[in-house]
């Protein structure tokens, strides 16, 4: 069995390169047979995505996506300072 920090750094990588995600930001933490997503994207879309990527660079593994989704919207008015 391949071990757990290197099972992590190849989600990562994938993460990384991958044309879908392009994504630096998500932290990967196997335990056992469990794979962990954490972090931060916009949408719900995106977070989607990026447990498909986990899920297909570690087949076998139950991934677990604790992404959080971020409301970005354009700013209502001018800021006074």
Do not use: F, K, W
Request: charged share 30%.
């Amino acid at each position: 069995m391949e071990a757990p920090q290197y099972v992590a750094a190849r989600v990562q990588r994938a993460l990384a390169e991958d044309e879908r995600t392009t994504e630096l930001g998500i932290r990967v933490d196997i335990r056992g047979d469990q794979l962990y997503l954490r972090g931060q994207v916009v949408g719900t879309d995106r977070s989607e995505v990026i447990a498909e990527v986990a899920g297909e660079a570690a087949p076998g593994l139950d991934v677990h996506n604790e992404i959080d989704i971020v409301d970005v919207r354009a700013p209502v008015g001018e800021e006074r300072l």
